[in-house]
């Protein structure tokens, strides 16, 4: 980390795909909570990656929606938009611009490389372009800001370390532009898993509605999931992610959920049976969704609000970035607009 001086705390920034129609609760525990603690200690720049989310082909209409969801997802988690600038990648064009910059200085070959890309077309899914390039543009998301941090998950490793990769080369050819982000890859605070298949992340792409706790779920739905959990045949409640991965799935959840030890549950719940523990569950989840639930049914009731706050969150992001597509376009000899 630089030198903090009061005047100037770290900055973080971080940005999350509109690609749900609600965050679940692994991205709420392992990103969002992240996003608010780092809100206190640091000037924050959160965003909705809404043209990352171009790279797979949606219905306009879905995409417009789940961009106000995600946005208001994130203030009704507890990003406070006075606090972190918080806005749509597409509204700072900044981002585009010095993607394309970028793209001149990468290779094709290590494009083709990153495995998440590999992942996806080996998967099947039709390969175009914007997905080949999805990691300049995360790279560019990132470099107009100079963070300090950028709260990411640990599969996005490998794009921090092809933005790193590319800073550094443009700055050995044009010289120093950009600063080299240091990686910092968020150890899950609580690593929660599908509740049908608890071996499996829960995620929102490939686990089933039934192993997924979404945030906009009623809770008699919640209630419901947690309910059928998949457990084990062996009766016993304790905390063994490896032998017993659906119990250990919903301790930790309660953990989460309540704010208490996971030794605690268990000296609490030893000798009941896993009815009881799943009920305990579904209280704690429900009793924390609520209030989420509430501020998302005033935040979605006034989109002109919604919007206003997403304006200022572009008009700060772009205070930042503009200087530094300035620097970037100088560096490589763009001449500068007259307007
Ligand atoms: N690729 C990230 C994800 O899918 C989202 C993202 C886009 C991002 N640009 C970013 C995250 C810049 C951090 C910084 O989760």
């Given at each position: 980390m630089p030198d903090a001086t009061p005047a100037t705390p770290p900055r973080s920034l971080s940005g999350m795909q509109p690609?749900?129609?609600?965050?679940?609760?692994?991205?709420?525990?392992?990103?969002?909570?992240?996003?608010?603690?780092?809100?206190?200690?640091?000037?924050?720049?959160?965003?909705?990656?809404?043209?990352?989310?171009?790279?797979?082909?949606?219905?306009?209409?879905?995409?417009?929606?789940?961009?106000?969801?995600?946005?208001?997802?994130?203030?009704?988690?507890?990003?406070?938009?006075?606090?972190?600038?918080?806005?749509?990648?597409?509204?700072?064009?900044?981002?585009?611009?010095?993607?394309?910059?970028?793209?001149?200085?990468?290779?094709?070959?290590?494009?083709?490389?990153?495995?998440?890309?590999?992942?996806k077309t080996t998967k099947g899914q039709n390969a175009n372009v914007g997905l080949f390039t999805y990691p300049v543009l995360m790279a560019s998301d990132i470099l107009l800001y100079r963070p300090d941090f950028v709260p990411v998950g640990d599969d996005q490793r490998q794009h921090l370390e092809i933005t790193r990769d590319l800073a550094?080369?443009?700055?050995?050819?044009?010289?120093?532009?950009?600063?080299?982000?240091?990686?910092?890859?968020?150890?899950?605070?609580?690593?929660?898993?599908?509740?049908?298949?608890?071996?499996?992340?829960?995620?929102?792409?490939?686990?089933?509605?039934?192993?997924?706790?979404?945030l906009s779920d009623e809770p008699s739905r919640l209630a419901k999931k947690v309910r059928s959990a998949v457990t084990d045949t062996d009766g016993e409640i304790r905390f063994d992610p490896e032998s017993k991965a659906g119990v250990?799935?919903?301790?930790?959840?309660?953990?989460?959920?309540?704010?208490?030890?996971?030794?605690?549950?268990?000296?609490?719940?030893?000798?009941?049976?896993?009815?009881?523990?799943?009920?305990?569950?579904?209280?704690?989840?429900?009793?924390?969704?609520?209030p989420f639930q509430a501020r998302m049914a005033e935040l979605m009731d006034d989109p002109a609000e919604l919007d206003r706050i997403l304006a200022k969150g572009a008009a700060r992001a772009t205070e930042i970035a503009r200087p530094t597509r300035d620097a970037v376009y100088d560096a490589v000899g763009v001449l500068p607009a007259q307007r």
């Open positions: 690609t749900s129609d609600s965050l679940h609760l692994g991205n709420y525990l392992g990103a969002l909570v992240n996003w608010v603690e780092l809100q206190e200690r640091t000037d924050a720049f959160y965003f909705v990656a809404d043209l990352h989310a171009q790279t797979v082909p949606t219905d306009p209409e879905v995409i417009r929606r789940r961009t106000r969801v995600t946005a208001a997802q994130f203030i009704a988690g507890g990003v406070d938009p006075e606090r972190s600038a918080l806005f749509c990648q597409s509204h700072v064009r900044e981002h585009t611009e010095v993607a394309w910059i970028l793209a001149c200085q990468t290779g094709f070959g290590e494009m083709s490389r990153m495995t998440q890309f590999k992942d550094t080369r443009f700055n050995s050819r044009f010289g120093q532009t950009f600063t080299v982000p240091e990686p910092y890859i968020l150890k899950e605070s609580a690593r929660i898993m599908d509740l049908q298949e608890p071996q499996n992340k829960m995620s929102g792409s490939t686990s089933p509605d039934k192993g997924l706790l979404l250990s799935n919903l301790l930790t959840i309660h953990s989460a959920m309540s704010r208490r030890p996971v030794a605690e549950l268990v000296a609490e719940y030893a000798g009941r049976g896993y009815g009881d523990l799943k009920k305990a569950v579904a209280e704690a989840v429900v009793a924390a969704v609520e």
